[in-house]
């Protein structure tokens, strides 16, 4: 048996672990945090190039 990790299996495994009950309450914060609006703020726009933005750069600055 290989020990080959698929995208469709790494993808499902993310999947399920932001949908874990330890991490869904976190999610308002740190959607706060990224945008650097209230998550109030944020549901009413529709696109922000900001938050885009700071989103790729913690991405990037994590890996």
């Known amino acids: 048996m290989g020990s080959e990790v698929t995208f ?3 993808f499902g495994a993310g ?3 932001f ?4 991490v869904l309450p ?3 914060a740190f959607v706060s945090y990224i945008t650097g609006m ?3 703020e944020v549901e ?3 696109f922000n190039v900001r938050a885009i933005l700071h989103t ?3 991405s990037l600055a994590s890996a």
């Open 38 to 40: 209230s998550y109030n």
């Open 8 to 10: 469709l299996l790494a």
């Open 56 to 58: 790729l750069f913690s």
């Open 19 to 22: 949908v874990s009950p330890c």
């Open 15 to 17: 999947v399920l672990s």
């Open 26 to 28: 976190v999610f308002p």
């Open 44 to 46: 009413n726009q529709k």
